[in-house]
């Protein structure tokens, strides 16, 4: 297989204070699809695009923030040889049975050195973008709603030795260092951005010293006209913005930041870069990041919420 | 690794009946970047985004059409893997000695049931985008030209047994199948869209009664208005179109076909879809490829050049 | 003051053969808004950033085609003045008592020499577009849906002695002729685009033996991604397409020509042109609207349908 | 006419510190096509759209700002019209010889309220596009340099007295009062926005206590993706950027605010609303400029530069 290993990002449960307000959020302004609720109360949805019955999980909790980060590996057997790579690589997993989670098989869990509850599954149910599978409609108007993101894009998360994280994605669950931004000195990174596919990033990791913290989920959108649009809804149901509409500098992409009503950071981006694991990384100096313009392209400026405001 | 074994198309041996005019068409009107000529007379070209040397070779010859298609495998152990790997299967490989194409290395070559002449190869001089690997720009006014393809997407080959084609792709070189189109009787494929990462297609195939032929080569644009832009350079300059601007139904792409001056197809496409291989594969009958948008989705029409006019 | 006499084509009654076939199309697939229906059943419409009450109406009656077009003027002095000045050119009006219309003012109605009925009024009840008068917001979910076009933004009408009629709109209505597409022998014109603002056309009229026949409605889009996103409704709802996704060369416009169920053309079209009227009108011979890509740019074909259908 | 009076804003002479500096800027950068250079030294540019020949005229002095701001009228006895009206009105007006610009007509000048030099023209000659005039083309790309942008569309001056200011251009010009920003009171206007098209603004005044300052000029581009390319431009060249890429409330336009060498502020649009005279005039609360998301839809914010940078 060309395509093996760690397909992608395949769910995240995201922590709300107030459920019906974040389901609001998510579901009627944001419009992803309500896909089901669980017996501990959890909510359940999916990208209108996605085709497996759930990405975003939110529970109902007294801090904002993420539970766990899933990632769909391409079949049993992949699962269960990353399960025994991580163990020979000295890392402690567990298994978390079929079913605790809606629609969703045997999953392999296990924390970083940032402090965040990483996942592996390689089973969750199929059940369809509504476009059909034979003689398919290119996109269903049932389906679109709200700022109709395609899917859970990726995830920035934050917290302490990301160099060890790097090393553990990339020797272990094969993926690619593709961007990386440096710290003042330029003897390390402060961000990383690791790709499975050929995406800009399936996930990032910014140094910082609380572990476990939540910097965005980012939801992918067909073009810079959807983000805008996006920000049009994002005004009209009075969203705080943090940044944007601007192009990154980093990964190219297009992007509004904005919060969910309990501070949970999630970007509308729109991708534009195609890396490949035999393309060289590309580096971000300190300075690059902000009058670099590798955070706010067009403004070249290090907005200050970038570094230290997360959930 | 995720992203392993084959990568992508990485270039396309082109015959024109008139070097020069081919250039003209390719390097000047189309936008790409001459890289290089060899002792042949081979001219190479790339597109502005691609890091490698060379993606687009054009040989002149009495007649238009394609002399091989490669493929950028991972790394030089992949290679020895495939190479073991098709000759298990049953298939006759040969060695091209690295140097035998500009800045290109050691090629394992083979010809498929189609007729076709593939190769497989590791190595080629990473010559970069013109963005810089510090601090880059998302993009270069200097190498943006013409209609500014990002990259050979790719290619549409016509040809014998395609059943036989889809088999050794798909069991030995790891691709997908993403959709199909089905023959009137329903009973097999006409054409078949294979990937070997999560583009809608790294390489398709069409049942053809002569060997070798192509239907088009595909080169990626950003967006839809760059569609249109290309579409007003082709009339500028009084390039043949076959079909389009619209939608494709089969991969939601956006596109045009047209024609080189030596009656070589050629596409500019704007992705709108990204399978993954555990997405179920879709299904175009006969009738859904004309009358239900698999073509021409806004039409909904077969336009019969697509079903016979090959180079 | 500098935008006086005729503002802008106000209203089309369009004949439908079956008034509900014809609501659906208009309002719930096109996403007109339905403001109202009058005694004789007719049904009214506008788009939804239309401030005036209504825009199309639709009469059911056993053949398709326009009863007429009116024109929005100035105020009831301009209403006054040109029938005054109509009537010294020796044109003959009458008047539609106000109310005749929903929510319409007084009517001057008179024929021309293609065959069609205009009409100029000065009142039309304002109703808004949704987004208020104090800290509006830029649209309203509530108010998009369908093809959600914008405007009625012009017509192209066909009948007999456009020359006539080009004198009449230019010399009494206050229009400037922007482009126009020359017979074969180049001694006159058979299509002719008139403007009375900054649009490149308010109305257009086409030569044709038949008086009174309507070749197309035309709802402007704010972008050539809103033009894909029409073709793909009308492909979703089985509409007809006669011509596109492209550019015109004519006026620049990209457009999509189709048929309502009755069999009038309608158009979804993208404005790309602001001319004024010190600017020397552009001319398009007759293989110029052809090979010269006047009608389809990128095509560069004349479509028989455009010199030939229409209801 | 329909069209009549005043058209359009045609030239602005702006004032740079550096002549080469400031032509670098608007030629080279932003795109504007060199048209002449007169004796005293100025600089003559347009944009590529603009049929005449000139409408940025560039003045080494020791400070930015501009100089006078030139409308064409429709014709020579519209002109003469307009300056009695004007003496009628109460305004000393005077005559500049044909000349004094190149290529430009004799100008009819009168100094306004709030301290700025407003001219009438009727003449400039016409230099065309590039495009032709017969079978044109839609574009050129011998005239698509830089931002490439199609007009000069409009200015933001900010001055005394701004009612003052209104009553004369909606009285005596024949503008209209399209939208409106009202003081924190809630008993006046702080900025007008005024057209003489239907464009939603030709010029705006802002209320400030120092005479004849500029705000910006404003340039008009195709869509949202051309204004992310401007500021991608922007950014390439390090040209401070103000605000943006975002979307106004008011106007609904989408904008990037930036300043060239000198400081004077420019802005590259998007339009996105075609009011009519008709229209109500919509009104913004001086909360509604801010939070209101009047100046920033997106981040309903007011950035205080908006209000106190001029040049």
Excluded at 170 to 193: A, C, D, M, Y
């Amino acid at each position: 297989m060309a395509m093996t290993g760690v397909l992608r990002p395949g769910h995240a449960q995201i922590r709300v204070m107030d459920l019906e307000e974040g389901v609001h959020h998510y579901r009627d302004i944001m419009g992803l699809v309500e896909t089901g609720r669980d017996a501990q109360g959890r909510v359940y949805l999916k990208c209108w695009d996605e085709m497996d019955h759930n990405s975003v999980v939110l529970r109902q909790a007294d801090r904002a923030g993420i539970d766990f980060a899933g990632f769909k590996v391409l079949d049993k057997a992949t699962l269960e040889k990353l399960d025994a790579d991580l163990r020979a690589y000295g890392v402690k997993t567990e298994r978390i049975p079929a079913g605790e989670m809606l629609e969703t098989g045997e999953r392999v869990r296990f924390q970083i050195a940032t402090g965040h509850i990483i996942e592996l599954y390689a089973e969750k149910t199929a059940v369809g973008n509504g476009c059909g599978l034979i003689n398919p409609t290119p996109w269903s108007p049932d389906t679109m709603r709200g700022m109709a993101p395609i899917r859970l894009d990726h995830m920035l998360l934050y917290g302490p030795d990301i160099a060890a994280v790097q090393k553990l994605f990339t020797e272990v669950l094969g993926f690619t260092l593709v961007e990386r931004i440096l710290n003042p000195e330029g003897t390390g990174s402060i961000v990383v951005f690791l790709s499975c596919s050929i995406k800009s990033h399936d996930i990032a990791f910014g140094e910082y010293p609380e572990p476990g913290k939540l910097h965005h989920c980012s939801f992918l959108l067909d073009s810079w006209d959807h983000v805008l649009r996006a920000g049009d809804i994002m005004s009209m149901n009075n969203i705080r913005v943090d940044i944007g509409p601007t192009r990154h500098g980093v990964t190219r992409g297009c992007t509004i930041y904005a919060w969910d009503p309990s501070g949970n950071r999630f970007e509308t981006f729109k991708e534009d870069r195609h890396p490949y694991p035999d393309h060289e990384a590309l580096t971000w100096t300190f300075e690059g990041v902000g009058q670099g313009g590798g955070l706010d392209y067009v403004q070249r400026k290090l907005h200050e919420t970038f570094l230290t405001v997360v959930s």
